[in-house]
């Protein structure tokens, strides 16, 4: 199973709108079970109109085997059985105290539950918002969907909050692991425990105030403890995480670039490292369907389904075979070391530009296909963490993070 959780910070941007049609798209192919952690007042439920028997409640509270508590699309909705691989469990509707808060014994029995759930793909529609509980639900690596849209300005900057707070939060664990103190090599004086208090205070602040980030601190720590291999698997960790994303409400290849991804790029750039890299999975556009369909109780996806086979039925598009044709050919590796903004922003730039092509990106189920087939993509492709398996606890997360250190 490949666990996908969509988030974006801020509410608003359409992630449950997102998740639904984008769990329903792998769905066609997929087993694909969609789980509400978004508690808040546009939840899963008010988008569809299902009535829900079992729900997180029953799980969490009644102990009810997770696998049971989820709810397929009734035979009124999907007659033909086409989306017959997609299920969902909802969340409460009413307000359940450490559901909502998201206790710590609540998050462990969710991680068993979902670690244990029999599925392709496990799509998460995550709770908004940064607060420790929420970043700590997230698998140690940005191996999910984040959601931002050139609609929402505000929601951009918090996107890149939420994934700088993702790759903090990683680094943090390994500086705290009882592997930074026991690591082989030369160690031991006070210089070098400095050095690795300077990081530790950097990550807590949240890389604020001091005008350096995670790049300059790891170049002077490099410089002066060029043996370290903590300091060399730390680097490591840090030129590999990747940041995939999704823009909602796509208005244009240049605007988005303009208002969306240069702020967000420029921010973790800035406050966090220029080492990242940054994946675009496309887009959905701005449609009044979409927007119709969730006050419907239908999802989109489905209405589409029923009234194309109404008319005249289309081939749908091989999207696999499109995305071998777009990224089949594989770019020159540019060094971590000469990457910059304005470099970046064209290689982004220009992958839009060629999804734009490709996808001829009007329509919103093109946009939901392109995007299942490319998750499917990398989650296929071992050079990418996409989609991970498990969600890791953080004592198995330092096993590998041991593993690269011998
Ligand atoms: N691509 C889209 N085109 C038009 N409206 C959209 C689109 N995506 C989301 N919306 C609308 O935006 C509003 C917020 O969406 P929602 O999925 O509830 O956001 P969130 O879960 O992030 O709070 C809803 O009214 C939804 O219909
Ligand atoms: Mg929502």
Redesign the pocket.
């Known amino acids: 199973m490949r666990i996908l959780p969509v988030s ?1 910070g801020k ?8 998740a639904l049609n984008f769990a329903l798209a792998l769905a066609k192919r997929h087993r694909t079970v969609l789980l509400d952690l ?1 508690t808040g007042t ?1 939840s899963l439920r008010n988008f569809l109109d299902v009535r829900v028997g079992k729900d997180l409640f029953h799980f969490l509270k009644k102990d009810v085997p997770l696998a049971e508590c989820r709810e397929s699309l009734p035979p009124a909705m999907d007659p033909e059985g086409a989306f017959a691989n997609f299920s969902f469990i909802a969340s409460p509707p009413g307000f359940v105290q450490d559901i909502v808060n998201f206790s710590p014994e609540v998050k462990e029995k969710l991680i068993a539950g979902i670690n244990g759930l029999q599925a392709d793909y496990l799509v998460i529609d995550m709770k908004a918002g940064l607060d420790r509980n929420v970043l700590e639900f997230l698998p140690l690596s940005n191996s999910g969907i984040l959601l931002f849209t050139p609609r929402l300005k505000a929601a951009t900057l918090t996107a890149a909050e939420l994934a700088k707070a993702g790759l903090f939060r990683m680094l943090g664990v390994m500086l705290d692991s009882p592997l930074l103190r026991n690591r082989s090599g030369p160690q031991g004086d006070e210089a070098q425990a400095a050095v690795f208090q300077k990081l530790r205070d950097f990550l807590e602040s949240g890389g604020q105030g001091s005008g350096l980030n995670l790049d300059d601190l790891i170049g002077v720590a490099t410089e002066q403890f060029p043996q370290d291999n903590f300091l060399r698997v730390f680097r490591y960790f840090v030129e590999n995480y990747k940041i995939y994303y999704v823009l ?2 796509f208005d244009s290849v240049a605007e988005s670039v303009e208002n969306t991804i240069k702020p967000f790029v420029a921010e973790i750039f800035r406050s966090a490292s220029a080492r990242v890299t940054f994946h675009n999975l496309g887009w ?4 009044e369907q ?2 119709r369909s ?1 006050e419907s109780g239908v999802p989109y996806l489905v209405q589409r389904h029923y009234r194309n086979r109404q008319s005249a039925p289309s081939a749908p598009p091989d999207m696999d075979a499109r995305l071998r044709e777009l990224f089949g050919i594989k770019p020159a590796k540019i060094p971590p070391q000469k990457k910059d903004l304005s470099r970046e922003l064209s290689g982004q730039l220009d992958l839009l530009r060629r999804i734009y092509v490709f996808n001829a990106g009007k329509d ?1 189920t093109t946009n939901l296909e392109f995007i299942a087939a490319r998750a499917r993509d990398l989650s296929d492709n071992s050079a990418h963490q996409f989609g991970m398996k498990r969600i890791f606890s953080v004592p198995e997360f330092l096993e590998r993070f041991q593993a690269q250190l011998q």
């Open positions: 974006s509410g608003g941007v359409g992630k449950t709108t997102f978004d546009s909602n409400q959905v556009v701005e449609d979409v927007r969730s919103p």
